[in-house]
C-alpha cells in the first residue's frame, strides 16, 4: 500500500497521532513500527521485515490475515446499503441474522444480543443493563457490581473501572462508585503453600464474603473473564468457577463472563464459559467475532434477562449509532461461517490446543520458566527467579519486554504482561509454526538468562 506509505510517516505519527497505551514521549523518541501487510499467520511490517504473528493482533484475528471473502462480503454491503440504524423501529438483514447465529452457538441459552462497536461498550452495556434489570423486577436497590483485581474490561470509565488494574484507576479517579474488587485466581504468585485447588476455592469465597460484606440485596453482578486475558492468561485452578457459580446462585448476582477474548473459538469451545462449564447471564462478546476485519462487539443476553428487558423494561434508552452496523455485521457472518465450515473450533480442541499446551510445556526444563498454563490457543510462560521457591524477578515488567523485544529482532511478535509471555495464535496456526514460535522463545529465554549471568 506504497500510496500510505510516505518516507515521513514515523515523523507524521509523531507529530499528530496519540496512541492507545503508549508512552507517547518515548515511542516518539524510537519511532514506531508501521504494519503494512497480512496474510495467513504473518505480518509484514513498512521495511519489509516479515513477523509471525502469534498474538491475533490483539487477541482478534481468529481466521488470520487475508480472508478476501470477509472483505468481499463487506464490500457488496457497502455497495447496497453500507449503513442504516437499528433505532425508530428498524434494522438491517446482517444485523438481524447474526444475533440469530451468535445464539446459535449457545444452544440458544444465551438467547439474544444488543451490538455494540467495541469489547469496552460491551463492558458499559451489560452494566447499565444488569441496573435497568434488577429495578424492572423490584429490586431497585440491587446495583453494586463486583469485579477483579488484574481483570481486564475495556478502557471506558465503567470499563476501566471494574477492571482491576491500579495503574488505570490512577488515571482519571477511577473506579466509579458501585463497584468492588475481590482477589484473582493467580496461584502461581498468590497461591503461597496452597495446592492450586485448594487456593481456587480460597478465592472463590471472596465473593461470598464480599456479597456478605455489601449485603446481597444491593449486589446486581459479578463479572469475570473465564481466563484473565490482559492481566497474564491467568488460568483459574479447576475448583475456581463451579464455586463462583455457586455463590452467584444462591445470593441472586448475576454472572457475567467476559468472552471478548475467550469466546469464537480461542479456548477450543464456542465460549469459554462453554469449556469451564457454568451458565453466564450476560456475555460481552467482541475481537474473534469479526476476527477484527471490522470493529463489532456485543452483549449475549439469557433468556432470564431478555424477558425481563422485553416484557418489562420498555424502552432501554441505550445504544450505538453503529449498534448492528451492516457491513460489520456481514464481515462477522462470514468469519463465523469461516470458524463454522473450517472446523477451526473442533480444530483448536482436537489438534493444535492440545499441541500448543505440549510445546509450552516443553520450555519447563528451562532454568527460568516457572508455569505454562494453556487452554486451545491462549497460553503463557511464566518467568520466575527460582523454580523452587516461584520467586518472582524484581523488575517484572523489564524481564518481560526484554524477552519480547528479543522476538521481534527475531521475527516473532508474542505480547509481554510483566514477566509473563502471552500466545494467542490464529486459530489456523500450524503445528510447525507453533514449533517455531516456542524455539524462538526458547532462545530469547537463553539471551535472558545469559544476560543476568555475565
Ligand atoms: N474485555 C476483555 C476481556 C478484553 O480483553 C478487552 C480488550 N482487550 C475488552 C473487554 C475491551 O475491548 P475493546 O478493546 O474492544 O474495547
Known sequence: MTEFAPSNLAAIDAAHHIHPFSDMHKLNASGTRFISRGEGVHIWDSTGKKYLDAFAGLWCVNVGYGRTSIAE????????LPYYNSF??????????LAQKIASHTGGRLSH???TNSGSEATDTWFRMARVYWKAVGHPLKTMVIARTNGYHGSTVAGASLGGMKWMHEQGNLPIAGVQHIGQPYWYAEGGDLTPEAFGLKVAQELEA???DLGAENVAAFVAEPIQGAG????PPSTYWP???RITEKYNILLVADEVITGFGRLGSWFGHQHFGFEPDLAP????????YLPIGGVMISERVAKVLIEEVGDFHHGFTYSGHPAAAVAALENLRIIEE???VERVRDDVGPYLVQALASLRDHELVGETPSVGLMGAVQITADKATRRRFDKPDDIGTQVRNHCLDNGLILRATGDRMLFSPPLIISRSEIDQTVETLRHALDALRDSRTV
Open 232 to 235: 497474564g492468561v491467568i488460568v
Open 285 to 292: 462478546i467482541a475481537k474473534g467475532l469479526s476476527s477484527g
Open 210 to 212: 464480599k456479597i456478605l
Open 88 to 97: 425508530f423501529g428498524t434494522t438491517t438483514p446482517p444485523a438481524t441474522l
Open 73 to 80: 462480503a463487506a464490500f457488496r454491503q457497502m455497495q447496497e
Open 113 to 115: 444480543v444488543f451490538f
Open 243 to 245: 464455586e463462583i457459580r
Open 342 to 344: 473450517e472446523g477451526l
